[in-house]
């Protein structure tokens, strides 16, 4: 195999599951950087969170090694504007960055959102200096939006119009 093709093996097996009392230990699990701490959301007040909202949907990131990351996006509620979407955590375990699971995450979960039919815009929020959240969504397409008054930069994507 040429080093290419184990590369793009990587991107490849990167898949969303359902949240489910199979993975949720593994989701329990995982890690991030200790400098990472202050840029993410609890996965478990996450998914704690997603019992209340039927909305909201939360996924295992999970490769051929298994679960090694969580991604919750939101579909538009009874008081949001239509085809308004958010994905509102998204966290790759420390052991496994680096690799394309953060970006093929969000590729995935912009795919499942478009299933919806009805998606006139994305939304994700990151620290203003989490320069690393800001590379993935710019490379995923997404466009700074401008920082809230909660002091998170907020970025929107929107689907092709052709």
Known sequence: MRPYQRFLRKW????????????????????????????????????????????????????????VGFLMYAAPGAQDEPGDYAIYHLMVDRRYQGRGHGRRAVELALAEIGKHGDVQRIWSSYQPGNEVAKELYAACGFIEAGVEEDGEMYAVWSPDPY
């Open 12 to 67: 490849i097996t990167t898949n969303l599951h359902v949240v489910s009392k199979e993975n949720f230990a593994n989701i329990a699990e995982l890690e991030l950087h200790e400098h990472q701490q202050e840029h993410a959301a609890s996965m478990m007040y996450a998914i704690a969170e997603a019992s209340f909202h039927p909305n909201y949907h939360c996924r295992a990131i999970a490769d051929k090694d298994g679960v």
